[in-house]
């Protein structure tokens, strides 16, 4: 049975939870100072995983406060799934008592979660004076630290200009750069973590969001291939580089993509549409041999010939239960509401995703981690909190601090 977002039953925790101790990282707090996407992934992240992140926004929130998508109300969708599970307090880091909460927040942590500039009291120069141990992990644009963001790292990558069908660059929705930014960062902070606990060092680690990109795209053979070969990689539509995988359409105007990365998968693909024969000949008459995987990607516009009317031909139901049956790789294109509507895995039968009541907007389908832990589970998906619900908590916590023999190390300054 497909599951229906509307079906889907209700198991809210409540509004604000927070679930202390639970999940690997339980013990570890954070001070997040950040905006958008790749420093709040990772602070979500790292909170799913058990730690306590608290982030520090300015009074009204920060930039990315209302960014779409927004509910009717204008409530950021956007904010609220990249803050899932932290604790929010507003503090105007201009203002010396500010400064003097969020230098006790941060003193008390241990750990700072930054993509803001490297100068005043944030300059690593004064955190460290705040602990020893102090572990800052603080994200730049370029390397020298001159401002980037996704959107101007990724036309650079050369990636928009191996995408679509055409020589016209084409640029990906999916904000890639800043989510696997996001990754690297919680990386980082888990190795200087462990450097903590083994020598009792703190230390900044930085990551520039281009440099991100750069080793990706080196990573993947992109610049051996200019390099070593000569070649520039061009735009091949949805066909997959160096193997055959193509997409498409059904009888009743689906589209399904297919891949076969190993003889395997060939195989698999051959027997699900018993065409077997029509390729080899197909492949044949270019003087390849498709059982390999080169022979099949210097022959694929042949063999996507074969195959396009037996797609053509034939319902995306029929074809699904077809390629289930004969284990084919395989995936069926589908828009967000699609997604939401038909898939089954996006549904509270997928362990990940409990139907999550949060302030101000609803209860909607919401994840925790997706990582699977046979002793040490993550947390439960929590909410977002309201902007700044747990300032006064934060204030009266720093008061108390500033009052015993371990008060911050800093005086407030400019920010």
């Not at 979660?113 to 955190?127: C, H, I, M």
């Not at 209860?363 to 990582?371: D, E, F, I, R, V």
Request: proline share 8%; with cysteine; aromatic share 6%.
């Amino acid at each position: 049975m497909v599951a229906k977002i509307s079906d889907v039953r209700d198991k809210t925790p409540a509004a604000n939870a927070t679930v202390p101790g639970v999940g690997p990282l339980a013990g570890v707090e954070i001070a997040e100072f950040s905006a958008f996407v790749a420093a709040p992934l990772a602070g979500m992240t790292l909170a799913q995983l058990g730690a306590s992140v608290t982030r520090i926004d300015p009074p009204g929130g920060g930039p990315d406060q209302f960014r779409m998508p927004v509910d009717d109300d204008g409530r950021s969708l956007y904010w609220a799934g990249l803050n899932k599970g932290k604790q929010s307090v507003e503090l105007n880091l201009k203002d010396q008592e500010d400064q003097r909460v969020a230098q006790a927040l941060v003193e008390r942590a241990g750990i700072v979660l930054t993509n803001l500039p490297d100068r005043g009291w944030l300059a690593w120069s004064n955190l460290k004076r705040m602990r020893e141990d102090l572990i800052c992990i603080r994200l730049v644009g370029q390397p020298d630290g001159a401002p980037a963001v996704d959107f101007t790292v990724n036309p650079s990558s050369g990636f928009p200009c191996a995408t679509g069908p055409s020589d016209e660059p084409i640029n990906h929705v999916l904000p890639a750069w800043d989510v696997a930014a996001g990754l690297y960062l919680c990386t980082g902070l888990l190795a200087a973590l462990q450097h903590r606990e083994r020598t009792g060092e703190g230390q900044e680690v930085r990551l520039s969001l281009t440099d991100v990109m750069l080793a990706t795209v080196a990573n993947l053979g992109y610049v051996a291939d200019v390099q070593i070969n000569g070649h520039v990689r061009p735009p091949l539509g949805n066909e997959i580089y160096g193997t055959f995988g193509k997409d498409f359409v059904t009888a009743d105007d689906r589209r399904v993509m297919v891949a076969a990365l190993t003889d395997r998968q060939w195989k698999s693909l051959t027997a699900a549409t018993g065409l077997e024969h029509e390729l080899t000949l197909a492949g044949q008459a270019m003087g390849q041999e498709v059982a390999h995987d080169r022979g099949r990607w210097h022959s694929r516009r042949a063999l996507e010939a074969v195959l396009e009317p037996w797609f053509a031909a034939r319902p995306l139901i029929g074809i699904v239960q077809a390629f289930r049956e004969n284990g084919v790789l395989f995936g069926v294109y589908q828009d967000f509401g699609q997604l939401v509507g038909e898939d089954p895995w996006c549904s509270e039968d997928n362990p990940i995703f409990a139907r999550v009541q949060h302030p101000g907007t609803g209860s909607y389908l919401t994840p925790s981690s997706p990582l699977a832990f046979s002793v040490s589970p993550g947390s439960p998906p929590l909410p977002a909190p309201r902007l700044g619900q747990d300032t006064a908590r934060i204030r009266e916590l720093a008061r108390e601090q500033e009052m015993s023999a371990d008060g911050p190390a800093l005086r407030p300054h400019e920010a």
